[in-house]
C-alpha cells in the first residue's frame, strides 16, 4: 500500500499563485512517474501535469506555461507551482504516482487538496 500526502491548496485571487506539495509512503517500488490531477465540481477528473522517473514532464494544455512539476530533494515528494491562477483552476487536486510491484502495475491517488481561485 501507498499513502500519498498533499498539502499546499487554499484560497487565493485571480494571477496569485500556490505550491502544492506532495510525499509519498509506503510500498513505493520502481515509481513510473508521479503528478497531479484534479476534479472541478460537476467535471470529470483531468490530469494536470506529471514527472517521470526519468524527469520528463508533461502539461495540459489548460495550463502549460502557468504550471511548473518539480521532484523534491526527498525520495517520492513532487511539487506543483502554480502562477498566474485563474477561476478555472478552481478543483480538488489530486496527487498521483504511478509504477510496478512484482510486475504488477500500480496507480495511487492522494485524498485531495482544495484550490480556490477567486476572480
Known amino acids: 500500500q501507498v499513502q500519498l500526502v498533499e498539502s499546499g491548496g487554499g484560497w487565493v485571487q485571480a494571477g496569485g499563485s500556490l505550491r502544492l506539495s506532495c510525499a509519498a509512503s509506503g510500498s513505493v517500488f520502481k515509481v513510473n512517474a508521479m503528478g497531479w490531477y484534479r476534479q472541478a465540481p460537476g467535471r470529470q477528473r483531468e490530469r494536470v501535469a506529471y514527472i517521470t522517473s526519468g524527469d520528463s514532464t508533461d502539461y495540459s494544455d489548460s495550463v502549460n506555461g502557468r504550471f511548473t512539476i518539480s521532484r523534491g530533494d526527498a525520495k517520492n515528494t513532487v511539487f506543483l507551482q502554480m502562477n498566474s491562477l485563474k477561476p478555472e483552476d478552481t478543483a480538488v487536486y489530486y496527487c498521483?504516482?504511478?509504477?510496478?510491484?512484482?510486475?504488477?502495475?500500480?496507480?495511487?491517488w492522494g485524498q485531495g487538496t482544495q484550490v480556490t481561485v477567486s476572480s
Open positions: 498521483w504516482i504511478s509504477g510496478y510491484r512484482d510486475l504488477t502495475p500500480y496507480d495511487y
